[in-house]
């Protein structure tokens, strides 16, 4: 699968009123700082480009790193990454929004968290807390599970837009790594028809709120709407011969046509769903 390149991190970040370095909030309509298309970069070839700088008068060149000598692999142990300060602090203060399960936060939670805690963050660091925060995996995976926005104080203020869902769940998948055997493709084609659904919009009006410009990621999408396409016609045909076939159970009809009564009744529910509009 193409690595799609979404405009998750525009959904995520912008939303919560993060501002530019004006001072303005942040368009959640303005373009993603990567290109917005699937191709990977590129990355600059030629030996040139391999060549170490000449170091400047006096500047001291760094020196190879060696594996210890315990080490027969040679390989050298990285240091812990050290976390954002004022992301931790975010963490203590509320870790019902910050903690190892975060919850997506309302628009404009940035202004909220300067009402809230006057003089405690450093604006620019607590725009880059929040960045950090909006764009993490976990975060993402929050977001594209379709949970509604919190505020500061844990409660359900908006639910999720169907764009932001559908473009964190795009990112979600192109940062993972498959396992041997995996299809994530055919995973996430599922995983757009389930928040297709659950949008509970027409198919045109889902795909102007999510079309982008990558192509896979757009072909991707249509085979997903196709599918559910496909799969409420067979559900409404179902429902049709089921109420003109006089059965007195869901049971009796699905032994009448050789079908599992289970599975019956989820497509009956579903053809029901559809036709009420809900």
């Given amino acids: 699968m193409n690595s799609p390149v979404t405009e998750a991190e525009k959904s995520a970040a912008t939303d919560a009123g993060v501002p530019n370095e004006d001072g303005a909030p942040q368009n959640p309509q303005s373009e993603s700082r990567e290109s917005g298309t699937g191709a990977p970069r590129r990355k600059r070839g030629g030996r040139r480009h391999n060549k170490a700088k000449p170091a400047g008068d006096g500047a001291p060149v760094a020196a190879p790193v060696k594996a210890s000598q315990g080490d027969t692999r040679g390989n050298v ?3 812990p990454r050290r976390q954002n300060p ?10 019902q929004l910050f903690g190892e399960n975060p919850k997506p936060l309302k628009r404009g939670i940035y202004q909220d968290l300067e009402a809230a805690q006057p003089g405690v963050f450093a604006p620019a660091d607590l725009k880059l807390a929040l960045g950090i925060h909006t764009r993490s995996g976990r975060y993402l995976q929050a977001v594209s599970q379709g949970q509604p926005r919190h505020d500061l104080a844990g409660n359900v203020v908006e639910q999720m837009a169907p764009e932001h869902v559908f473009h ?9 790594k498959p396992r041997e055997g995996e299809d994530l493709t055919q995973k996430l084609r599922r995983r757009m028809e ?25 072909a991707l999408l249509d085979e997903a709407l196709a599918e559910v396409a496909a799969r409420s016609a067979k559900d409404e045909a179902l429902l049709r011969a089921y109420e003109m076939s006089g059965a007195t159970s869901v049971e009796a009809f699905a032994d009448m046509y050789g079908m599992q009564a289970r599975q019956v009744a989820q497509q009956l529910d579903r053809a029901r769903r559809l036709k009420s509009g809900s």
Avoid: C, H, W
Avoid at 86 to 95: G, S
């Fill in 86 to 95: 004022a992301l931790l602090q975010l963490q203590q203060l509320y870790p």
């Fill in 194 to 218: 389930i928040a297709f659904e659950a949008s509970g919009l027409t198919r045109e009006a889902y795909l102007e709120l999510v079309r982008g410009r990558d192509e896979a990621t757009n």
């Fill in 77 to 79: 142990q990285a240091a």
């Fill in 168 to 176: 964190a769940l795009v990112e979600v998948f192109r940062r993972k």
